[in-house]
Every structure is written in structure tokens, then in C-alpha cells.
């Protein structure tokens, strides 16, 4: 069961969705805010459209917003237009397949916080301040968040290749090259 319409006890149903969105990185940045809203409110398990639900997005969104879905509580391509990863050209099929494949990788950490989820009301899909409560910096940062404990998500929410982010108190491992950081502190991915 999806829902995409919420109320005073809409966490108890299964699964959400964020909605129509159109293809921009703007919709995306909402999207982004979405989930973690939906966390904070006792939302457990949702998902997005990757590239937006109405028209066909460009590459370069479709590419960004597959991998910030292979980093939520669901992932799914659905929409208007194309969406489907095969009608776009082999480099983003290539890129989507990685991201798809990384998450299948990831099925056991992801059940494990579903089942978290399902026995505590805890979302998989945490904005920081609700795993970093005693940090103020977490408390305006809005396009990052962790999925369960362990995996700080920072997505590429606008036209560009690289971003700052922050990590909260914490020791971190990049998950890109294994660096190795210290928190708090802000880097540039």
C-alpha cells in the first residue's frame, strides 16, 4: 500500500511517496527536505520518483537523483515520461546499475533498519539532528541526513560535482576512498 496524501496517523500505514514532482534540481532539493520531514514526523518508509514523477528528466538529474534514491528507505523509477534507466544512454545506465547494485549490496544494513523502524517508529532515514541532537549545527542543515546509524548521506542536490558537508561529532570513514575524518568538522566532497 502507497500513500502520498498524509494525516494525523499516516505512519501507520506501509509506504509513502513524495508526490508529483517535475524534472528539476529544485524539486529535487524538496524531495530531499520531504524525507526527512517525513522521518521526523513518524514516517518509517518512503520514497521519491527518480528523476521527478512528471515529464522526462535530463541526464544530469536523473544520474543525481538515482543515487539519492539508492540512499532512501525505497527506491523506485516511476512517472510520467521516460524514466526508465534503459531509455537513456549507456553512461547513465552504467551509473544507474552501480547505484543500483550498491543498494542491493546494501539489503541486509537496510532490512536491518527496516526492522528497527517497524519495532520502534524510529525512521530509516534520520535528518541529523534527530541522530545528532546535542549539535545546533545539525539543527539548519537540510541536505544531508543518515540512513539508519552508520551512513551519512550527503546527495548533489544542484547542477554541480561537488559539495561541502558536514560531519557531525563522530569518527567517519569516506566511503569513496576510506579517508578517514574526525567530527565536527566540514569537508568538500
Not at 77 to 84: C, I, R, T
Not at 112 to 127: D, H, V
Not at 129 to 145: A, G, R, V, W
Amino acid at each position: 500500500t502507497w500513500s502520498r496524501a498524509g494525516f494525523a496517523g499516516s505512519q501507520q500505514y506501509p509506504c509513502h511517496w513524495a508526490g508529483d514532482q517535475y524534472p528539476n534540481f529544485a524539486q529535487l532539493q524538496t524531495v530531499i527536505r520531504a524525507g526527512q520531514s517525513a522521518g521526523i514526523s513518524g514516517i518509517p518508509y518512503w520514497a521519491s520518483d527518480i528523476g521527478a514523477y512528471v515529464g522526462t528528466p535530463p541526464k544530469n538529474l536523473y544520474i543525481r537523483w538515482a543515487q539519492f534514491g539508492a540512499f532512501s528507505p525505497l527506491m523506485q523509477y516511476h512517472g510520467q515520461g521516460n524514466h526508465d534507466p534503459w531509455t537513456f544512454d549507456q553512461e547513465t545506465q552504467d551509473i544507474y546499475k552501480f547505484y543500483a547494485t550498491l543498494r542491493m549490496n546494501l539489503m541486509p544494513y537496510i532490512y536491518s533498519y527496516a526492522k528497527i523502524a517497524n519495532e520502534t517508529g524510529l525512521p530509516m532515514m534520520r535528518a541529523l539532528l534527530l541522530n545528532y541532537p546535542n549539535d545546533p549545527n545539525t539543527y539548519s542543515i537540510e541536505y544531508e541526513y543518515t540512513l539508519g546509524d552508520e551512513l551519512l548521506v550527503a546527495p548533489i542536490y544542484e547542477d554541480i560535482t561537488s559539495r561541502s558537508v558536514y560531519l557531525p561529532n563522530d569518527t567517519w570513514i569516506d566511503f569513496w576512498d576510506s579517508t578517514k575524518y574526525v567530527g565536527p568538522t566540514t569537508i568538500s566532497s
